[in-house]
């Protein structure tokens, strides 16, 4: 579960949006945003500044983080929120409803952000 922990440097922290490093955006003077990277180039996030320091409680609570969880999520880039486990949310597991079929799940119940099948639907 270490696989993302990376020792920065002191002082050249990560921006917690777009990922560049301190020094980086300095240097490049560097807007806080992230660009497409297909053929087609587009802006696909920007924030009106960088985010160097850790999120606060207050933060992780507005991302919907449990508690328990905050210290694992301190550093946590922004838009990995998305994909931050179930069991490190308040909300849980959200199982899909008749509407969400075939766009987010394939049965009514598999939870629709990470795709945690209802343990009595066997796959055919
Ligand atoms: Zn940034
Ligand atoms: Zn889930």
């Known amino acids: ?7 920065q440097a002191p002082g050249n922290p990560e921006c ?3 990922g560049i490093l301190r020094v980086d955006a300095r240097r490049q003077r560097a807007a806080c945003e992230i660009w497409s990277r297909y053929e ?6 920007e924030w009106p500044r960088h985010r160097w320091r850790d999120w606060t409680d207050t933060d992780l609570a507005a ?5 328990d969880a905050y210290e694992r999520h301190r ?3 922004v838009l ?6 179930c069991k490190d949310t308040v909300q849980g597991h959200v199982p899909a409803t008749a509407a969400d079929i075939s766009i987010l799940a394939d049965h009514i119940g598999q939870c629709v952000r990470c795709g945690h099948r209802q343990p009595q639907e066997a796959t055919p």
């Open 1 to 7: 579960m270490t696989e993302t922990t990376q020792e």
């Open 16 to 18: 917690l949006h777009c």
């Open 40 to 45: 087609y180039v587009e802006l696909e996030e």
């Open 63 to 67: 991302c919907g983080i449990k508690p």
């Open 75 to 77: 550093r946590t880039s």
């Open 80 to 85: 990995a929120f998305s994909w931050v486990g």
